[in-house]
């Protein structure tokens, strides 16, 4: 398979491409600098690979939960390459990439993204199944969650566990939290998220599929509080 893949949901970026055995990864931590990088790195992984953006079988973006302006640049780079060669694009979910390399392991899987003012982009997994949905949880909510499930230990996935930890430990989990300090990197999930899509018939996104926020904006929730936005 012939393969392009972004992580762009939180400031640390993942740009890959796969050229059936070859694959070629490039991890940006430079914080929120996406706009001036995903072009070139784009080009740089498919020259490495020694793809051309017109060979592609399909391409796979995290989708959302994550950063506003990171979601919407990435799903625009790789729509605007599908728009030139109809090659699909498709969306994951940014908890079940952080995730996925920890399932298999024996015990359940919180995958999480600080959402600022005590919020949690979060899910929980156990033995492949979903105990708790993508959402934007309190924090307060998440460790009562598990708190209820009764967990001895769980697997903390994703790039801000200290401080989903310290919002976890204030709200008073019980369980002893394993945090993952080295994040993996995302590109073997994405491949093989977006091939197992693939092959069960999954659709791709569609023309008016967007970024999942799972949150209103700033600009949404004023809105909303003067009456412009119903």
């Known amino acids: 398979m012939k393969a392009l893949a972004l992580d762009c949901a939180v400031s640390r970026i993942v740009v890959a491409a796969k050229n059936d055995d070859k694959i070629c990864s490039v991890i940006y931590d ?4 996406q706009s001036e990088t995903i072009v070139p790195a784009i080009d740089y992984v498919l020259s490495k690979t020694e793809l051309n953006k017109n060979e592609l079988d399909y391409m796979a973006i995290t989708s959302g939960p994550g950063s506003f302006t990171g979601l919407r640049l990435g799903i625009s780079a790789l729509k ?11 969306g994951l979910s940014s908890l079940n990439v952080y995730g996925f390399s920890f399932q298999g392991l024996g015990m359940p899987v919180l995958s999480a993204i600080d959402a600022r003012k005590e919020r949690i982009y979060a899910s929980i997994t156990e033995n492949g199944n979903t105990v708790m949905e993508d959402a934007d949880y309190p924090s307060a909510e998440v460790a009562a969650k598990i708190n209820g499930l009764e967990y001895k230990k769980i697997i903390l996935a994703g790039p801000d566990n200290a401080v989903v930890t ?21 590109t073997e999930a994405m491949f093989a998220i977006a ?7 999954i659709q791709p996104m569609q023309d008016y599929d ?3 926020y799972l949150r209103e904006s700033e600009a949404e929730i004023v809105a909303r ?6």
């Open 225 to 230: 509080a003067d009456g412009r936005l119903k």
């Open 80 to 90: 605007a390459i599908e728009l030139a060669f109809g090659t699909p694009v498709y």
């Open 195 to 201: 091939e197992s899509m693939k092959e069960k018939g």
């Open 30 to 33: 430079i914080g929120m600098k």
């Open 210 to 212: 967007g970024p999942v």
């Open 166 to 186: 310290e919002l976890l430990k204030k709200n008073g989990i019980k369980c002893e939290i394993v945090s993952t300090v080295f994040q993996p990197n995302t």
